[in-house]
């Protein structure tokens, strides 16, 4: 079993709609949680970044993280053709020993017109 | 543009072959992390160096090494290459050594023939 699962897709949504993208883990220690989005051949690009539990908004994104459950969600609203990408969830764990990100193979997103 | 340069940005090679991949980090940041990209695999980190010295290992192959420089940049270098390395291999640059926030570069498409 992988330390974080996340849906490949794809997934595909009307312009406008509000998306929401999610990752489950498995590893307790994990206390920094990202997201990246990844445009096709090209390297990922820092969207959002947590600490431990709580809720995260910046524009149109908001990031989710509920320890509790492990889960972790990344919701966009108003969605834009230019939101089509791959949205990679990273993590990591306590400070010290937060050298290795690992991340969930990546959801494939299709705004559409 | 993150700031995280990587070069060439393509490299088309023969089994058995040495490549040498480049990357200079965002100014300021000292650690450096290698990664690979793989269809089947997703984004795996391998190797991470904080100013000089080798921080953290993660599924890195004997077959690769990396160093970095004093002026910060890094190489990672290929060895006795197989057509399964064939991936994109990404760079990324933090201002400590801890992962919590990396920027990446756009990549070096690696091709074995």
């Known amino acids: 079993q992988k330390e974080v699962e996340q849906d490949p897709g794809p997934l595909s949504v009307p312009e406008g709609a509000i998306v929401s993208l999610n990752c489950t883990y498995s590893?307790?220690?994990?206390?920094?949680f990202m997201w990246y989005r990844q445009y096709s051949r090209k390297g990922p690009e820092l969207l959002m970044y947590?600490?431990?539990?709580g809720n995260k908004e910046d524009g149109r994104f908001t990031a989710q993280v509920d320890k509790s459950s492990k889960y972790i969600s990344l919701f966009i609203r108003d969605s834009q053709p230019s939101d089509s990408a791959t949205y990679l969830c990273?993590?990591?764990?306590?400070?010290?020993?937060?050298?290795?990100?690992?991340f969930g193979t990546g959801t494939r997103l299709q705004v559409t017109l | 543009d993150s700031g995280v340069t990587q070069t060439p940005k393509h490299l088309i090679t023969a089994t058995g072959q040495r490549v040498t991949l480049r990357c200079s980090p965002r100014?300021?940041?000292?650690?450096v992390y290698w990664y690979q990209q793989s269809l089947d695999q997703g984004l795996q980190f391998l190797i991470q160096?904080?100013?000089?010295?080798?921080?953290a290992k993660g599924n890195i192959l004997e077959r690769f090494s990396a160093q970095q420089f004093p002026d910060l940049h890094s190489e990672l270098n290929l060895s006795s290459l197989e057509l399964g390395d064939s991936a994109l291999y990404f760079c990324?640059?933090?201002?400590?050594?801890?992962?919590?926030?990396?920027?990446f570069g756009p990549g070096t498409r690696l091709t074995v023939l």
């Open positions: 990324a640059s933090s201002v400590s050594y801890n992962a919590d926030t990396q920027y």
């Open positions: 160096y904080y100013n000089g010295e080798e921080r």
């Open positions: 990273a993590m990591s764990g306590s400070a010290g020993t937060a050298s290795k990100l690992t």
């Open positions: 590893n307790s220690a994990f206390q920094y």
């Open positions: 947590t600490y431990s539990s």
């Open positions: 100014s300021g940041d000292l650690s």
